[in-house]
């Protein structure tokens, strides 16, 4: 009875802090993206509104900032780096692998995310290039996980798979809220969240995520499929293949 008592006067007072902090409704403009040949990437468009307690905007003066990630599925990344030999020739030196990289990552913020929290939440939520946790598979000393994880960052970004982009959130009247995150073209397929936060005076507020789907269609697929399950009649195939154009080509180049 007294574990009851004490549930029935603690409920009001939870859902009243609950209801005191705002809340996030977010939404993007495509769930589902399908790759076809033709395909050459994708304007994604996020938005969504804040939701205060009492449908009123907070009082005092301090700035309401809004950050968006889209995220692809982790994957293991061997990075290589190269060096010269001889001063002629560039060959594979040393290497460091990464058990859990972002495939791809795309910020977008009202202002530049270092403007908004400090380094140490950041780090938390991973909000930032710099913050990202990118999980090394072997203990190198720190100076050379910072060395080949700024190269990773570098090759990523280079490449369109990672994008940063400071002051790309508009927010109107403190409620609406929308920002724009290309797809390129070489992006991998699987399942990609978008998280929406709400910052304010450096802490974050409220959160919410919202899921999105790339995948292969058509003829593509079809490869993928047959690559990924039937391995071994997918290989025979591929050399069949080069072996019946590498003689066609020689036969039109003697014709011809």
Excluded: C
């Excluded at 994604?44 to 003066?61: E, N, Q």
């Excluded at 499929?225 to 293949?241: M, N, P, Q």
């Amino acid at each position: 009875m007294k574990r009851l008592a004490l549930a029935a006067v603690a409920a009001p007072l939870l859902m009243a802090q609950t209801a005191s902090k705002p809340v996030l409704v977010p939404d993007v403009s495509q769930r589902d993206i399908e790759i076809q040949y033709s395909f050459t990437g994708a304007n994604l468009l996020l938005f969504g509104a804040i939701l205060y307690p009492g449908g009123r905007l907070p009082d005092d003066d301090k700035p309401t900032d809004i950050v968006v990630v889209v995220k692809g599925p982790t994957q293991s990344i061997l990075v290589r780096e190269k060096d010269k030999l001889g001063g002629l020739i560039w060959v594979n030196a040393a290497r460091l692998r990464y058990r859990s990289a972002p495939s791809y990552y795309a910020i977008a913020s009202s202002r530049p995310i270092e403007q908004l929290m400090n380094t140490r939440t950041r780090a938390i939520y991973e909000l930032g290039l710099e913050s990202l946790q990118l999980s090394p598979a072997s203990s190198a000393p720190t100076s050379e996980q910072d060395r080949f994880a700024r190269g990773l960052v570098d090759l990523k970004t280079r490449t369109g798979l990672y994008v940063e982009s400071p002051g790309a959130v508009e927010i109107t009247d403190g409620v609406l809220y929308r920002a724009r995150v290309t797809i390129p073209a070489r992006v991998p397929v699987g399942r990609f969240t978008a998280e929406t936060f709400l910052i304010r005076d450096g802490r974050v507020l409220a959160a919410a995520t919202r899921e999105i789907e790339i995948r292969k269609s058509g003829f593509e697929r079809f490869v993928a499929r047959s690559a990924e399950h039937w391995s071994v009649a997918y290989g025979l195939v591929a050399v069949a293949l080069s072996v019946l154009f590498g003689w066609a080509a020689g036969w039109i180049a003697r014709r011809f």
